[in-house]
């Protein structure tokens, strides 16, 4: 059976989760022993980080190369496009998402550890930071309703849970997201896929957790 080494409150390790499920693969979720970047965790995935995947005499990490991997293993259901262009656009989308649009989520990890207050400034900018970041989807998605394509894709699975976790975040910090016409038909086409609200309450409880632990929020 499949390893799947993760954290609930991970977007990247969502990506996995939503991918080995649309695939109905038979997996264990197991957290990194002693921690990512341990020796213990590094002697099954060398590279220590999160996700990982343990599958037979493979050891892998990168969500990206593990959703490749997985699409390679298990084509069907098929979660890339076969054209060469929109399979050109997915990766693209899914390089916008890690390099553009995750970081401007991540930004709140810092001031929330610093225990800084919910009403602190800083919360108001990271926001509209955000809100910026998500707006250059706008003219690179499709949204019919899926990001690339009448299908669901890869593009799909990388963003449901960072969609879901930046309305958290702005929420709990006493703002909105504020998405674009296209942006809000995909984001509510991907809230109706089942696998993806999975993951998507999986992370919002998580990440209500983690808040929980430096600040006192109350939504
Ligand atoms: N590019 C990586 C990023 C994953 C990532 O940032 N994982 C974090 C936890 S959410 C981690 O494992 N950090 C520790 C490390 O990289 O050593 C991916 O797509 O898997």
């Known amino acids: 059976m499949i390893q799947f080494y993760a954290y609930p409150e991970s977007v990247f390790c969502a990506k996995v989760r939503i991918a080995l499920d649309m695939k109905d693969l038979d997996y264990a979720e197991l957290p990194p022993p002693d921690g990512y970047g341990s020796a213990a965790y590094k002697k099954i995935v060398p590279a220590g980080s999160i996700p990982g995947l343990k599958d037979g005499e493979a050891a892998l990490s990168d969500s990206n190369a593990i959703l490749e991997y997985l699409e390679e293993t298990t084509p ?25 649009i995750e970081p401007s989520v991540r930004a709140f990890y810092a001031p929330i550890k610093a225990g800084k207050p919910p009403r602190d400034e800083v919360y108001k900018q990271l926001i509209n930071d955000m809100s910026v970041a998500f707006e250059r989807l706008e003219d690179m998605i499709e949204a019919e309703p899926y990001a690339i394509g009448h299908h669901v894709t890869l593009v799909d699975v990388a963003f449901a849970t960072t969609f879901s976790q930046a309305q958290q975040l702005a929420g709990m910090f006493g703002g909105e997201l504020m998405l674009k016409p296209k942006c809000q038909h995909w984001w509510q086409a991907m809230q109706s896929l089942s696998h993806a609200a999975t993951s998507i309450d999986i992370n919002r409880k998580a990440m209500q957790d983690w808040v929980a632990k430096f600040i006192q929020v109350d939504a």
Do not use: C, F, Y
């Open 76 to 100: 069907s259901p098929a979660l890339m496009p076969e054209h060469p262009i929109e399979r050109a656009k997915v990766r693209a989308l899914m390089g916008l998402h890690d390099t553009r």
